[in-house]
């Protein structure tokens, strides 16, 4: 008897693991439906802006698809780099490098040292068969590094300013 009163015991302990903590009564939570459950990005200060004005009027950012194409679209600069390429020959000439170039006598030094223009004109074909020029038409390449290279390069030929 006192083996089975044991035993009950012991079951009676370990089905509570595999029952709920909470109760039927407990687990029923109220819902609050309505402007009571709203809550406002302003915290109740009076000087905070209208978070729904914000997002919805006319200056907001956030904006629907008519609003975009009828807005932002046409706000939008016709040339930039992003859907533009870098217009090399019209800034290498706006700067005046080949003047410049030719001005901090970098021509005649090279000349002095041996290499002449034909020499470099000798290397075309071999740099066209090395896929070099397939390189120049990378995006990135002649948008990012050739304005980089192009933009510094009067101050870097000593004539200071643009063109």
């Known amino acids: 008897m006192k083996l089975t009163a044991v035993i009950v015991a012991l079951c009676a302990t ?95 030094a090279l000349e002095e040292k041996g290499l002449t223009l034909g020499q470099l004109e000798a290397l075309l074909p071999v740099i066209e068969k090395l896929g070099v020029l397939k390189l120049v038409q990378n995006p990135i390449l002649y948008n990012l590094v050739l304005p980089l290279l192009i933009e510094p390069a009067p101050l870097l030929l000593g004539q200071g300013g643009s063109g």
Not at 19 to 45: C, P
């Open 14 to 108: 370990s089905a509570s693991a595999y029952t709920s903590s909470f109760m039927g009564t407990q687990s029923a939570m109220r819902v609050n439906v309505g402007r009571s459950n709203l809550r406002m990005e302003t915290f109740g200060f009076e000087f905070a802006e209208d978070a729904a004005a914000v997002a919805l009027g006319e200056d907001s950012k956030l904006l629907g698809e008519r609003r975009l194409k009828e807005q932002f679209i046409p706000e939008q600069q016709p040339r930039s780099l992003l859907t533009d390429d870098y217009p090399i020959l019209e800034r290498v000439g706006e700067l005046s490098l080949l003047t410049r170039t030719a001005e901090a006598g970098i021509l005649s």
